[in-house]
Nanobody, 123 residues
Framework: QVQLVESGGGAVQAGGSLRLSCAAS????????MGWFRQTPGKEREFVAT????????YYADSVKGRFTISRDNAKNTVYLQMNSLKPEDTAVYYC????????????????WGRGTQVTVSS
């Protein structure tokens, strides 16, 4: 089992920045690639970013490429999502997740999920 707890969400104006954190506990954190997803009411959970277990590789959704940066600190069992130049359409609940896959953008390939943190961007 891997337990994941997100933090760092909040309300911000368009153009602002937030940094989300996801603290992991349980099984060896560095065994897993990590991902960030987001979801708004009535919509499916959407891929945002993923990072290789070592941090050597990353992949982003086109909608956030160039604005968001995923990173991880395996010594602290934590993955981060730095979000810059935020837009109202980034408003969502953001979830972190762990997968034994190399990296993935597919929801069903992630075995463990946090409970999410709300991000609200006003215009």
């Amino acid at each position: 089992q891997v337990q994941l707890v997100e933090s760092g969400g909040g309300a911000v104006q368009a153009g602002g920045s937030l940094r989300l954190s996801c603290a992991a506990s349980g099984r060896t954190f560095s065994n897993y690639a990590m991902g960030w997803f987001r979801q708004t009411p009535g919509k499916e959970r959407e891929f945002v970013a993923t990072i290789y277990w070592s941090g050597a590789g990353t992949y982003y959704a086109d909608s956030v490429k160039g604005r968001f940066t995923i990173s991880r600190d395996n010594a602290k069992n934590t993955v981060y999502l730095q979000m810059n130049s935020l837009k109202p359409e980034d408003t969502a609940v953001y979830y972190c997740a762990a997968t034994p896959s190399v990296m993935s953008r597919r929801v069903h390939e992630y075995d463990y999920w946090g409970r999410g943190t709300q991000v609200t961007v006003s215009s």
